[in-house]
């Protein structure tokens, strides 16, 4: 028997677990990308906490590796996070001249 949740939603963020999940989520919404694109699109994340996050995401079927080097891409359980995903993109878009912030 797996872990025991208080909410849908506890269980949600213990998925997601983090802002790296989340953004490389984000970018592969939007199709494959290999692994020095994923590398581009989040500079400030380091190569060794980049492999460790695509790891986790592997491990909970959330993302796959392609063969000979095709990178990496969202499977159907993954694919499922495209409502929330979707959702915190507008929000951050929304959000981001009230508060000043600049999105690249």
Do not use: N
């Not at 190569?47 to 995401?57: F, G, P």
């Amino acid at each position: 028997m797996g872990p025991t949740f208080g909410c849908p939603v506890e269980l949600a963020l213990s998925v997601l677990g983090g802002k790296w999940k989340t953004v490389l989520l984000a970018h592969l919404k939007g199709g494959p990308l290999r692994y020095r694109e994923l590398r581009a699109r989040v500079p400030a994340l380091s190569d060794k906490m980049l492999t460790q996050r695509l790891r986790d995401l592997e491990t909970l079927g959330l993302v796959t590796k392609l063969p000979r080097g095709g990178g990496y891409r969202l499977t159907p359980r993954g694919d499922r996070l495209r409502p929330a995903l979707d959702a915190l993109y507008r929000v951050g878009r929304e959000l981001a001249p009230e508060l000043g912030a600049t999105i690249r």
